[in-house]
């Protein structure tokens, strides 16, 4: 039987669990609860990262900041119970799981972090503030919990590879660690907004990952036909509305014509928009 991981609400009360490791290296795993096994996996590599005796901390709030008027704050999936069990299963020692006053204690917060060009591209087309909301409250977590390493999923590939560059330009001194994509076994990335599909929309879903995994077969003959190839795969997608499909490279920069890249994906099925991507080798031998 898993150990009940300590349980904060308050900031006091977080650094007066943090205060029962002395001196051991502490990493974080920011969520926003409803956790399935993706979570799992991160909070895996975090214990990986830290070794048996330091705290592995969990967050889980759900960040309004991060939400524009009209998307799914009001309905995304709260299951705070089941989240403890996974935290517990997984050997968090500390889940720390603020109110909204507690984050931002004054309202809206006057000083946020202005997430630069790279936020406008990508998600931030259709999302424009939703990277502004998630620097800031990741910032204000790295604030509060002080963490050595922080774990965050593949899956969100620009929210990682932003979260990378706000922690290398603002010298926030905390090592972050991107975790592979956990999938289904028929290739659906695993998301806690898949709990919105039917099971029609849950099939139609896997077109994301078949795309995403024709091109990455396709890779090594070249960007334009890694390109045709996910385009192919789409074509016979029904049911599934792409927003876009965008080849870059590895820090989302310009795609090479030759080496490591990755294609990016975003489509609604539904009501519900789904994000995926994949590493490929353009050229290369694999
Ligand atoms: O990926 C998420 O769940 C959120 O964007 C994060 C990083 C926890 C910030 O709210």
Same mark, same amino acid.
């Given at each position: 039987?898993s150990?009940t991981p300590?349980?904060?609400?308050?900031?006091?009360?977080?650094?007066? =669990?943090?205060?029962?490791? =002395?001196?051991?290296?502490?990493a *974080?795993?920011p969520?926003?609860g409803?956790?399935?096994?993706g979570h799992a996996?991160?909070? =895996?590599?975090a214990?990986?990262?830290? $070794?048996?005796d +330091?705290?592995?901390?969990?967050?889980?709030?759900v960040?309004?900041l991060?939400?524009?008027?009209?998307?799914d704050l009001?309905r995304?999936?709260r299951?705070?119970d089941?989240d403890?069990?996974?935290?517990?299963?997984?050997?968090v020692?500390?889940?720390?799981?603020?109110?909204?006053e507690e984050?931002y204690?004054?309202?809206?917060?006057?000083?946020?972090?202005?997430?630069?060009?790279?936020?406008?591209?990508?998600e931030?087309a259709?999302?424009?503030?939703?990277f502004?909301?998630?620097?800031?409250?990741v910032?204000?977590l790295? $604030?509060?919990?002080?963490?050595?390493?922080?774990?965050?999923?593949q899956k969100?590939?620009?929210?990682l590879?932003l979260i990378?560059?706000?922690?290398?330009d603002?010298c926030?001194g905390?090592?972050?660690?991107?975790a592979?994509?956990v999938?289904?076994p028929?290739?659906?990335?695993?998301?806690?907004r898949?709990?919105?599909?039917?099971?029609?929309?849950?099939?139609?879903?896997?077109?994301l990952s078949?795309?995403l995994?024709? +091109?990455r077969? /396709?890779?090594?003959y070249g960007a334009?036909v890694?390109?045709?190839?996910?385009r192919?795969?789409?074509?016979?997608?029904?049911g599934?509305?792409l927003?876009y499909l965008?080849?870059? =490279?590895p820090d989302?920069?310009?795609?090479p014509?030759?080496?490591?890249?990755?294609?990016?994906i +975003?489509a609604r099925v539904?009501?519900?928009?789904l994000?995926?991507?994949? /590493? *490929?080798? *353009?050229n290369?031998?694999?």
């Amino acid at each position: 039987m898993s150990a009940t991981p300590l349980l904060a609400h308050s900031r006091e009360e977080l650094h007066g =669990a943090l205060g029962k490791f =002395a001196d051991a290296g502490v990493a *974080l795993v920011p969520t926003m609860g409803a956790l399935h096994a993706g979570h799992a996996a991160l909070l =895996a590599r975090a214990r990986q990262e830290v $070794g048996p005796d +330091a705290p592995v901390v969990s967050s889980i709030f759900v960040n309004p900041l991060q939400f524009a008027p009209g998307e799914d704050l009001d309905r995304y999936p709260r299951t705070f119970d089941a989240d403890l069990e996974v935290c517990a299963e997984q050997g968090v020692d500390i889940v720390f799981a603020p109110s909204v006053e507690e984050v931002y204690p004054g309202g809206d917060p006057q000083v946020t972090v202005d997430p630069g060009p790279l936020a406008a591209a990508l998600e931030g087309a259709s999302r424009p503030t939703h990277f502004h909301g998630v620097l800031t409250v990741v910032a204000k977590l790295f $604030g509060l919990v002080r963490p050595d390493v922080s774990v965050f999923g593949q899956k969100d590939y620009q929210q990682l590879t932003l979260i990378r560059r706000m922690v290398a330009d603002l010298c926030m001194g905390v090592d972050v660690v991107g975790a592979e994509t956990v999938r289904e076994p028929d290739g659906l990335a695993l998301s806690s907004r898949n709990a919105y599909l039917d099971e029609d929309q849950r099939w139609r879903a896997t077109a994301l990952s078949r795309t995403l995994f024709a +091109a990455r077969d /396709a890779a090594r003959y070249g960007a334009a036909v890694t390109i045709d190839a996910a385009r192919h795969e789409l074509r016979h997608a029904r049911g599934v509305d792409l927003e876009y499909l965008e080849l870059r =490279a590895p820090d989302l920069g310009p795609a090479p014509e030759t080496g490591p890249a990755r294609l990016l994906i +975003a489509a609604r099925v539904g009501a519900t928009r789904l994000i995926d991507n994949v /590493a *490929l080798d *353009l050229n290369g031998d694999t």
